[in-house]
């Protein structure tokens, strides 16, 4: 295992629900930079992978969603998700650099929502109690789809 997967179990393993999904977020934002750095440089076989990959974050992100709970949120982020997964595929396709862009651009603002939530969601010395969660949140991934995946789909 690359010292960069073992680095990323540790901090998929180690973080608040919040988190994980700011590390989503994160990670899927990397992917579709490192896509387009490859379609600037031709390399299609690179170019795709990392399109694959953050298309999977998306998946992740969108089967986390529980639409009971989260109502018009998660309807909304779950509509958002699939609009990304097809400019991504649609990039890959026609090898073009805007809607990659456009990703690119909405997982930034949505990846600095997630952040400010993180923020004003820190556990206090209070918090940190066993069995004091987040459990309000509708829009978390399950722990276990997480670590199950952390170095699988969506590793760098």
Same mark, same amino acid.
């Given at each position: 295992?690359?010292?960069?997967?073992? #680095?990323?179990?540790? $901090?998929?393993?180690? *973080?608040?629900?919040?988190?994980?999904?700011?590390? %989503?977020? !994160?990670?899927?934002? =990397?992917?579709?930079?490192?896509?387009?750095?490859?379609?600037?440089?031709?390399?299609?076989?690179?170019?795709?992978?990392?399109?694959?990959?953050?298309?999977?974050?998306?998946?992740?992100?969108?089967?986390?969603?529980?639409?009971?709970?989260?109502?018009?949120?998660?309807?909304?982020?779950?509509?958002?998700?699939? #609009?990304?997964?097809? $400019?991504?595929?649609? *990039?890959?396709?026609?090898?073009?650099?805007?809607? %990659?862009? !456009?990703?690119?651009? =909405?997982?930034?603002?949505?990846?600095?929502?997630?952040?400010?939530?993180?923020?004003?969601?820190?556990?206090?010395?209070?918090?940190?109690?066993?069995?004091?969660?987040?459990?309000?949140?509708?829009?978390?991934?399950?722990?276990?789809?997480?670590?199950?995946?952390?170095?699988?789909?969506?590793?760098?």
């Amino acid at each position: 295992m690359s010292w960069k997967k073992a #680095y990323l179990e540790t $901090r998929v393993l180690s *973080a608040s629900p919040v988190e994980l999904v700011n590390i %989503l977020y !994160e990670y899927a934002t =990397l992917g579709v930079q490192d896509a387009r750095s490859s379609l600037t440089y031709g390399d299609i076989a690179a170019r795709a992978k990392a399109i694959s990959k953050t298309i999977a974050i998306l998946g992740e992100l969108e089967s986390s969603l529980n639409h009971r709970v989260g109502g018009g949120i998660a309807s909304n982020l779950a509509r958002l998700y699939q #609009y990304m997964r097809e $400019r991504l595929t649609r *990039a890959n396709l026609t090898q073009s650099d805007e809607p %990659l862009a !456009e990703v690119e651009a =909405l997982l930034k603002t949505l990846g600095e929502g997630w952040q400010q939530i993180g923020r004003e969601h820190a556990p206090t010395s209070d918090d940190s109690r066993p069995g004091n969660t987040m459990t309000g949140w509708s829009v978390l991934p399950p722990m276990e789809s997480m670590t199950e995946h952390s170095s699988q789909s969506w590793s760098a």
